[in-house]
């Protein structure tokens, strides 16, 4: 089967939350009311809900060298597109919550990630696997 995936958030504040999410990641909008939003979150449906009573606090955990945010959503992308999203957000006023690193170095699941917080407080990941993603669900 094949499909497109889907994810709701909570957030507080549907301007603020529209910039981030258009504007900084290029994400376009779809449907939006007064009180929700879609996005075309790389290929996929996010939408957005006002809502900031049901917001999940992020939540982390030490992992390796630093804290590690356990609970969170993203996308791979190809390399080019990786670089591009980072050159990006480095040139932003958005802070890292992750710093562009490479994990598994020299392994098969080497992958190239880093993280960044929404306004609302999600931590999402972007990663890359170069332009192998066939990675992603293989063992060595």
């Not at 007064?34 to 006002?50: I, R, S, Y």
């Not at 170095?105 to 992958?111: K, T, V």
């Amino acid at each position: 089967m094949t499909g497109m995936f889907h994810k709701s958030i909570a957030i507080r504040d549907l301007d603020e939350t529209i910039a981030f999410y258009r504007d900084l990641l290029g994400c376009k909008v779809g449907r939006k009311t007064a009180h929700w939003v879609d996005f075309n979150f790389f290929g996929h449906q996010l939408t957005a809900q006002v809502s900031p009573k049901n917001i999940i606090p992020m939540d982390t955990e030490w992992r390796g060298n630093r804290f590690f945010p356990v609970r969170h959503f993203g996308v791979i992308l190809t390399r080019t597109d990786w670089k591009q999203l980072k050159d990006k957000v480095e040139k932003s006023e958005l802070n890292w919550l992750i710093e562009p690193s490479v994990f598994y170095e020299g392994e098969h699941n080497e992958q190239e990630s880093f993280f960044v917080k929404d306004p609302n407080g999600y931590a999402i990941e972007f990663k890359t696997f170069g332009e192998q993603y066939d990675r992603v669900f293989t063992k060595n």
